[in-house]
């Protein structure tokens, strides 16, 4: 049985991750970091078989004794501070974790046990100010925030260790994915929880920031099955994954709330507390490498996956009236 190691497996793509492997017949370890209340909701439904232990990106002895212990054939960093306001607000501690954790947790795979294959979450936020459009493997990085910086890094890093150490390490280069089990301050979210809550009566406007901002959104159960598919290559190579399609969060608002019947004009209020300071104006992925390479294909389409957390929403707040 394999055993595959998962940073960030309480978030949103670690639980899919998580799924996906178990699915497969791995042995799947979790790292968790300590806090004072569990956050352990997307995982609740697989916490009989996974194994979870505590580490943090900070800290390296930690990251050193979890591949001791399980010396996993392939280890998932996903773990980041990945909100991009925040990381205006917290630009050393964005820096620390998603830049400088990746090094850690490479060191501690190239001490210990380099044959461990290893994915590294990058992020189109890479391309920021974009070069060219749509972007592939080749597109130069612009980053405009000090999250896609510390993702910059965390890139290169893996990409310095693949040619210094000769490890198989990869980055994956994600465009936007989301899923009902997205956290709630990201704006596909923010969109289906505030029309949920609309709807259902409990709000009656939905406060955003540019509307006009694109983006390439896809569902991240279909993404994690790329990282995956990453890892079994015969040779370490990045990928980009996305869908090739852009839409606006206009068109996002329109999809979303006419769903369940409502006119988004109605309700959607602009607030300069919701614009950046520098803006990714259009993201929209080339994933032919992927697509002729590893065979990845999405299987979700915008207008489905929109639907999907509207409806999921519904359902969560419904409960909660209850
Ligand atoms: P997410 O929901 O925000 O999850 C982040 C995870 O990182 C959580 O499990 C969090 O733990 C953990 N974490 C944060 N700081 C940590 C630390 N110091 N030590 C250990 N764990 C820590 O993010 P996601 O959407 O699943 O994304 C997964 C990865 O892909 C991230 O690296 C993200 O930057 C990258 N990415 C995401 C997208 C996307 O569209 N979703 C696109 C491209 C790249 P807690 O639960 O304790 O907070
Ligand atoms: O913003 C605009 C906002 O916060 C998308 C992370 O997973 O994907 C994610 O980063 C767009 C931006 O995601 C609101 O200005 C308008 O242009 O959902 P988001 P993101 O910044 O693209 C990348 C690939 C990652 O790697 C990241 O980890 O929507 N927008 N009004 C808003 N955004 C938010 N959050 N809230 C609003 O009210």
Redesign the pocket.
Known sequence: MPTAMITGITGQDGSYLAEFLLERGYEVIGMVRRSSTVTFERIQHLQDNVTLIQGDLHDQSSLVDVIERFRPDEVYNLA?Q????TSWNQPVLTGEVTALGVTRLLEAVRLVNPDTRFYQAS???MFGKAKEVPQSELTPFHPRSP?GVA?VYGHWIAVNYRESYNLYAVSGI???HESPRRGL????R?ISNGVARIKLGLANEL?????E?Q?DWGFAGDYVEAMWMMLQQDQPQDYVVGIGKTHS?RQLCDCAFSYVGLDYQDYVVQDPL???PA??DLLIADPAKAQAELGWKPKISFEELVHMMVESDLKRVSKELI
Do not use: D, I, W
């Not at 990945?82 to 306001?85: L, T």
């Not at 301050?185 to 596909?188: G, I, K, L, Q, R």
């Not at 406060?207 to 509307?211: I, K, S, T």
């Open positions: 980041a990945s909100f991009v306001p992020s189109s936020e999250y993702k994600l465009f936007n301050e990201f704006v596909t923010k406060r955003l920031g540019n509307l901002a983006r969060v919701f614009y950046r803006e990714v």
